[in-house]
């Protein structure tokens, strides 16, 4: 069963604009991290922000995190067709098992 | 290799064969991770190595499903009597520490197993 839900599922927007994705996460986590899939590829890590930060960036990308919320969000600025891809969260909890536990992802089409 | 590398890239089977699949991950990478990705879905993860050992195995399906990584680098993650529903992606990933090392893993392109 996958914890996190992405919304929106899927995002079409124009090169230069901005893209913002939504997580959201059932139990306690020690750390959230963003990973981008490519069609037909393997998962590419992003960025990854600890339960006790709230924000952070990395280029063109900037994650926040709401603990109480239990939710995280991914903006990436000046998006550009490279972008195109499924975007994914992935929650490694601070009890029990520490496998990661994926969102069922947002797909991101940017139109040239 | 650069990265972490899964053989085949493409498999069909027909129902009942079993399958064996591949992962070379990053050379002295300590953890390695099998995950199962269906079509539009996020990965769902299978099991876990620290080096050799098998700490869990908790996302295994069914007791048709084996993994192995005896020398600590490469892994086999094997399918007997395959079934419609193992169609799938395959992914394995590896990271340089312990799980709770809080460190990105890498993925392979992933095998696309297909039963027939």
């Known amino acids: 069963s996958q914890q996190g839900e992405e919304d929106p599922q899927a995002l079409s927007i124009q090169e230069g604009e901005n893209a913002t994705m939504n997580c959201s996460y059932k139990t306690s986590i020690n750390n959230l991290q963003w990973y981008r899939q490519n069609s037909g590829r393997g998962l590419v890590h992003l960025i990854l922000i600890r339960s006790n930060e709230r924000e952070k960036h990395s280029g063109r990308l900037r994650v926040t995190l709401d603990t109480s919320k239990k939710s995280s969000s991914l903006l990436i600025t000046a998006s550009q067709a490279a972008d195109t891809a499924s975007y994914f969260c992935a929650t490694a909890p601070d009890t029990g098992r520490r496998a990661l536990t994926f969102g069922s992802g947002t797909r991101l089409q940017v139109q040239p | 290799g650069a990265g972490v590398s899964q053989s085949p890239r493409y498999k069909v089977a027909k129902r009942g064969q079993d399958v064996a699949l591949r992962c070379d991950p990053i050379?002295?990478?300590?953890?390695l991770f099998w995950y199962q990705q269906a079509l539009g879905q996020g990965p769902e993860f299978l099991t876990y190595f620290q080096n050799e050992a098998q700490l869990d195995k908790s996302g295994l399906p069914s007791d048709r499903f084996f993994a192995e990584r005896p020398e600590g680098s490469v892994s086999t993650l094997k399918i007997q009597r395959t079934q419609q529903e193992d169609s799938a992606v395959y992914l394995c990933a590896s990271s340089l520490g312990s799980i709770n090392s809080n460190q990105p893993q890498h993925f392979g392109d992933g095998t696309r197993l297909s039963i027939l």
């Open positions: 050379s002295g990478h300590v953890s």
